[in-house]
Each structure stands twice: as C-alpha cells, then as structure tokens.
C-alpha cells in the first residue's frame, strides 16, 4: 500500500492509525526520507520515514521531543503524535500554510522579523559550552574536502591549510533547525510557522543564519535588519562568522554533489565565493 516505507514501518503506522488514509507523496527524492499526508476523521497528519541510510528522523524526532515547545505552544510548528527513533518513523499533526520561498512573501520584511523572533526564542532554551566542538568541525569539513566533489584542486589545498589553522575557542551550543530558510518556513494568513527539523543539533546560534546571508540578505537589503529586529540582536563575530561561513559552504557544495542537488551545490559555490571574499 505504501512501497516507499519498510515493513515495520508500514506496521507502526497502521497500529499509530489504522484507518488513516494516504493522500498526498511529499517526498523530494533526493534523499530516502518519505513524507507523506494522511488524512482520518477530517485531521492532517504528516509521516516521515527514513531509509537504512537516514541520519536525518532521529534529528528529527530529538527536536519534537526536547526543543520544540517555543513554538508548538504558539501553533508555530507541527505537534509531535508518535515516533519511534528504531524505525526511522514519526507522525506530526499537519501544519497549515505554503512555503514561503517561490511566493511573494519571500520577499517581506514581516516574514523575516516574525522568522527572526521565532529563532531567538529556540536559541533562547538552552546554552552549553563545548570545547571540542571547534575541533570537530573543522574535522567535519576537511573530511568533506575528502569526498568527491566540483571544488577546484588548488582551493581544495587553499582550503584545507586555512582550516587546519584556525584556533578552537570553546563555542556556546543552543539548539538549531540546521536550514534556516524560506524552504522550511510556511505562511498561513500572515504568520510564520517552522517545519522540516531533519537538520536540527546543538550548535552556535550564528549556524543559523548562514543560509539566509548568502541567498535572500544579499537579494533584497531590506530583509536582514527586519531578522535581526525580530531577533533582538546581531551577535556575529567577524572571526567566527568566518569560520561558520566557509565550513557551511564546503558542507553544502560537497553534500548537494553527493546528492546530485545541481541547483544547491551551485548555492555551495557561490557561498565558497562569499566567504572566501570576506
């Protein structure tokens, strides 16, 4: 009845909702993750389910249960109704709204103060300083320069070398969405509301703006300072901002090539430009 789902998935969803019916496939296909709109007694759920290779639902399900609060409490995001981290399974309520990115709203200022002051209150939970999560980091990304990717060779050696000397401060850790953008953000009736948390972890609270500065902040000059008075602060630091900029771009571009995401991996190089100018 629904191919794209393991049997013991099949299984948790029938014994979650027997009588539920499958209306809508909202799976990308770039990765195995399923997303899939249910229907039962006039409700709209939403399941997830990840293939054997999926890192992303247990991220996912860690989100709904620990941070999430800020937001459900406000009709902001989905409500969890039931997981199981094992099978790579979790069903929400249903979020009404449209994406903001392809509309009109992508470009209002309101959208990103209400974006803005959504993300401050998630940053705002919790905060632990870590003193190897620098280090690791930076391991991430060279590892990344490992794999095969589109970066130039000569960049690759340029990039390697400023990574390995870069200092590793202790780093302050708040919850993240991990792919803060207008991608993951819907309008219903003029408000905001989060979804898709497959990227969210503990990190610098300035992880989270990295996407927007490269894409919509360069765009449209009206858009950060209206995020920012959402936020309530600009907290980047150049060194650090630095360091976030250029791991992000090197994740990107490699990731999306390993996917074959053209049009993202491209995204990736144009923040390797960005950061690499400043």
Known sequence: MIPQLSERQRELLQEWMPAAEVVTDHSWGLVGTAVLELHLDGER??????????GHIAREIRAHREWLAPWTARGRAPRLVNADEEAKLLLTQFLPGVLVQGTEQEWDPDVYRQAGELLAAFHAQVAVPDGTHEARENQRSLAYLDKKHTIAPELTERLRSEIESWPTP???LVPTHGDWQPRNWLIDRGTVGIIDFGRADLRPAVTDFARLA??????????EPAFFAGYGSDPRDPATWHRIQLREAINTTVWAHQVGDKPFEAQGHRMLAAALRE
């Not at 490269?214 to 858009?223: E, G, N, R």
């Open 45 to 54: 759920y939403i399941a997830k389910a990840g293939d054997a290779s999926d």
């Open 170 to 172: 202790v780093a302050l």
């Open 214 to 223: 490269v894409q919509q902040f360069t765009t449209d000059p009206a858009l």
